[in-house]
């Protein structure tokens, strides 16, 4: 660890950080998993409800800058699109 005590609290923040942003980030995915779940059963009413909470959650990630505006639009579309292909 480092000797300086700005570089030892730089260490501290950029953990609790780090704990954070994975915290949100298996968060999203967990809501992806359940948009693809409920699209692999055909089920297009729960597929759509999922994926509006995906999407909450997704852009909420974006909002606190876990994920950059361009990724979370392409995650957006992607369960979209598959949502849409449903019959």
Request: avoid cysteine; charge should be positive; hydrophobic fraction near 45%.
């Amino acid at each position: 660890m480092a000797n300086i005590k700005s570089a030892k609290k730089r260490v501290l923040v950029t953990a609790t950080k780090t704990e954070r942003n994975k915290a949100i980030r298996s968060r999203v995915k967990t809501y992806i998993r359940k948009v693809d779940a409920a699209v692999a059963e055909g089920n297009k009413d729960a597929a759509v409800a999922a994926l509006n909470e995906a999407i909450a959650e997704i852009n909420k990630a974006a909002s606190k800058g876990v994920y950059h505006k361009n990724t979370a639009a392409r995650k957006v579309s992607r369960l979209t699109k598959a949502v849409n292909k449903m019959a």
